[in-house]
């Protein structure tokens, strides 16, 4: 079986989410259901944040420091930080 992957465990909790807002299901198949989401969310926190200290690592100067973040620009010139305005 090939490693899981951040975007299949998403797809994995989209699916558990969509089979719990149906309400078809026995309670206790819904509490498992409901138990095998909240790992995958932990699962998926926990590689956000192991990609966020990557990052933040990459975006460290020659020297160490921090380098100076900038917003992102998006494909018309705008900000991702104005984009809702």
Known sequence: MAK???????????QIVQDLET??????????K???GIKI?????????ESEKRIT?????SDGK???EVPFVTG???SEENSDT
């Open 4 to 14: 899981k992957t951040f975007e299949m465990a998403m797809k994995q909790l989209e």
């Open 34 to 36: 409901f138990e095998e």
């Open 23 to 32: 309400g078809d299901m026995p309670l206790e198949k819904a509490i498992k």
């Open 41 to 49: 969310s932990k699962y998926c926190s926990e590689k956000l944040d």
């Open 57 to 61: 690592l990459l975006m460290r100067d």
């Open 76 to 78: 018309d010139g705008n």
């Open 66 to 68: 921090h380098a100076s």
